[in-house]
């Protein structure tokens, strides 16, 4: 499949600390704009090219490959050189799958099934957008070694909230009414020393990458509906005794009624730590809440998609006497479009979002980041894709 669009991107920032204690005026700064148009890739579907088979094993059996790679159809930088899209191979049979190897999470899928967009260009939903960079691995950023002027390749290694590396799923069999369900498991694959003592006194080098998750729904006739739960651990120090987690709850659900789908998605992520021995001041954990409300509305040959998604951070900060409580950050989402499919395989759609940031969110439907030097604050995000899919 092959999905390329033209996309434009613009991010503002305002000047909200202008005031001096001085002299009783005000000093607006004004704003700065930052934007970028260029041709991109996967707006609609994500571009990839995959390989996948089967051997019937008999009695019932089956063993499976699929490997899927990304594709940077804009400028060829990408393509089976990687599987980071999945990795598996499987053995399936009356009693379900049992999966190995990188693929979606499982608390991914509701994000992105319960999308109108599919977690795809500048309409993806900031439930998505903002759990995803929530559940980065720490300091991972920071170690990667910067290359300059050399291809890039999809990285593996910076967070498993959309995919996970190392991992063993079970999946349910199809024949249960409409139910389904998968628990999965994920390994750090980090070296453990014994005794402890000879563990090098490095960050995140003993538990961190590991995951264990499941989602469980029910899909009949026009309903679905799934909720999903994981533990990420983003984090550790050894000789601290700390372990830093992000725990991720969501439940999404959709109906179509024919004329018009509902979609519609609550989430609630907390990155905390956990001690082995309790300190004398905790770090307050940091909470992630968010919604999605989605339509979809088939017209013709074409079918129109809006969605309408909000987040709110809350840094449990403690109160603090004669001094007002800082406001928690928070952003919204709105975003619209329309897909016309020229054939069971081709299709044209064009999509425009638009994210309101505020008490310092940073949300960015794609392009540049907010310029936030000089004491200006993120405040609008805008962006558009309009381009052709393709699939073979």
């Given at each position: 499949m092959v999905d390329a669009s033209i996309s434009g991107y613009s991010s503002t920032s305002r000047d909200l600390n202008g005031a001096t204690f001085l002299n009783p005026f005000y000093v607006n700064k004004g704003s700065v704009k930052a934007s970028s148009r260029g041709l991109a890739t996967s707006g609609y579907n994500s571009s990839r090219l995959g390989f996948r088979g089967t051997e019937d094993l008999g009695g019932g059996l089956a063993a499976s490959f699929w490997l899927e790679a990304p594709i940077k159809n804009d400028d060829g930088s990408e393509g089976v050189a990687t599987f980071a899209r999945r990795s598996t191979v499987s053995l399936s049979g009356g009693f379900g799958e049992v999966r190995l190897g990188r693929?979606?999470?499982?608390?991914?899928?509701?994000?992105?099934?319960?999308?109108?967009?599919?977690?795809?260009?500048?309409?993806?939903?900031?439930?998505?957008?903002?759990s995803a960079g929530f559940a980065n691995f720490n300091g991972y950023a920071d170690a990667r070694t910067k290359l300059t002027n050399i291809p890039t390749i999809s990285d593996?290694?910076?967070?498993?909230?959309?995919?996970?590396?190392?991992s063993i799923a079970y999946f349910l069999p199809p024949n249960l009414g409409g139910f389904y369900g998968q628990l999965q498991y994920s390994f750090s694959e980090k070296t453990k020393y014994s005794p402890g003592t000879a563990t090098p006194n490095v960050a995140n080098n003993s538990r961190t990458g590991r995951y264990v998750g499941g989602r469980f729904g029910y899909a009949n006739g026009p309903l679905d509906v799934a909720a999903a739960y994981g533990s990420s651990t983003v984090g550790d120090l050894y000789y601290a005794g700390v372990t830093n987690k992000v725990n991720t709850f969501n439940l999404g659900a959709s109906y179509d009624?024919?004329?018009?789908?509902?979609?519609?998605?609550?989430?609630?992520?907390?990155?905390?730590?956990?001690?082995?021995?309790?300190?004398?001041?905790?770090?307050?954990?940091?909470?992630?809440?968010?919604?999605?409300?989605?339509?979809?509305?088939?017209?013709?040959?074409g079918l129109i998609r809006a969605s309408y998604s909000s987040v709110k951070y809350d840094y449990n900060q403690p109160e603090v006497l004669f001094e007002p409580r800082v406001a928690d950050p928070k952003a919204n989402k709105l975003a619209i479009g329309y897909v016309h499919n020229l054939s069971k395989r081709t299709a044209l759609y064009a999509t425009v979002a638009r994210i309101s940031n505020k008490n310092g969110a940073a949300l960015t439907v794609g392009g540049p980041a907010f310029v936030t030097s000089g004491g200006f604050t993120p405040k609008n995000s805008t962006g558009y894709d309009f381009g052709i899919r393709h699939a073979f």
């Open positions: 693929d979606y999470s499982a608390t991914f899928w509701n994000d992105t099934v319960f999308d109108p967009f599919g977690t795809n260009g500048v309409g993806t939903n900031l439930v998505y957008t903002a593996v290694g910076g967070s498993n909230y959309t995919r996970t590396s190392n009624f024919g004329p018009v789908k509902l979609f519609g998605e609550v989430s609630r992520s907390k990155n905390k730590l956990d001690y082995e021995n309790e300190p004398l001041v905790r770090t307050a954990d940091v909470d992630l809440t968010g919604y999605l409300l989605g339509v979809t509305v088939p017209v013709g040959a």
